[in-house]
């Protein structure tokens, strides 16, 4: 081999030495590259600790009944076991307060909805003689439970439960075919319980979207007749943690 080949040959193995010198280099470096923080990458391990603020809205069914008429309206109306459907929508605010354990979340919330959820009735007795048209609505409801909940990242997923009142606001106007008119209204907070399983989903590590759908149960004494009043509520919000 002549000297010219013999430094070409040398030439391009230079070339190729320092190629994969530089190569190897570059895979060394590589994994650096690769995953590092991305742009596009999702919403970090969510914590669920700490305290929250939110707004909600919804509606909902509710449910009144009461087992006697007769002393509410005119003693001779004795329909019983009078029952209620009321509807409507309501909003409101909620604050609460989060522990993290692992991927057990738990902690304390209050809320306050305003709104309304109206029904009326008409019911006579079976001659005729008397009748009464009732109106019934409930235009707040507050609430105090505990969550408890299991996070998978982003999502959480909880259980609630606790204390619940609603301000009800009710009225009737009974008439006899004698001509005798009599009247009656009521407004009052009515205490009970709740019940209810809900979500939310972080969308930062500050804002989170929850649905949510709660159960309560309400019951109290109007003259001498037992009142109950049941609530469906369903409702979405938003929360911001501190």
């Not at 605010?93 to 522990?99: D, I, M, R, S």
């Amino acid at each position: 081999m002549g000297f010219a080949m013999k430094g070409t040959v040398s030439a391009c193995l230079v070339i190729l030495s320092c190629g994969s010198a530089l190569g190897a280099d570059l895979l060394r470096k590589g994994p650096s590259i690769i995953t590092g923080p991305s742009a596009l990458s999702s919403v970090p391990a969510s914590n669920w600790s700490g305290f929250y603020l939110g707004a909600n809205a919804g509606g909902g069914m509710s449910y009144v009944g009461t087992q006697t008429l007769a002393e509410i309206v005119d003693q001779r109306l004795v329909a019983t076991k009078l029952n209620m459907d009321r509807t409507g929508a309501m909003g409101g605010l909620q604050a609460g307060f989060a522990l993290q354990s692992g991927a057990i979340v738990y902690g304390l919330e209050g809320d306050i909805g305003f709104g309304a959820l109206r029904g009326s009735l008409n019911v006579a007795t079976s001659d005729r003689s008397a009748s009464a048209h009732m109106k019934s609505s409930i235009t707040s409801l507050g609430t105090v439970r505990g969550r408890v909940g299991y996070a998978f990242d982003n999502i959480l997923l909880y259980g609630t439960g606790g204390f619940a009142t609603v301000y009800h606001e009710g009225k009737a106007v009974g008439t006899t075919t004698a001509g005798v008119n009599t009247a009656g209204a009521l407004r009052e907070w009515v205490p009970g319980w709740t019940l209810g399983v809900g979500s939310e989903y972080a969308l930062t590590s500050n804002v989170s979207l929850k649905l949510e759908y709660l159960y309560a149960r309400m019951s109290n004494k109007v003259l001498t007749q037992s009142v109950t009043h049941s609530l469906n509520l369903l409702r979405a919000g938003v929360n911001y943690r501190f």
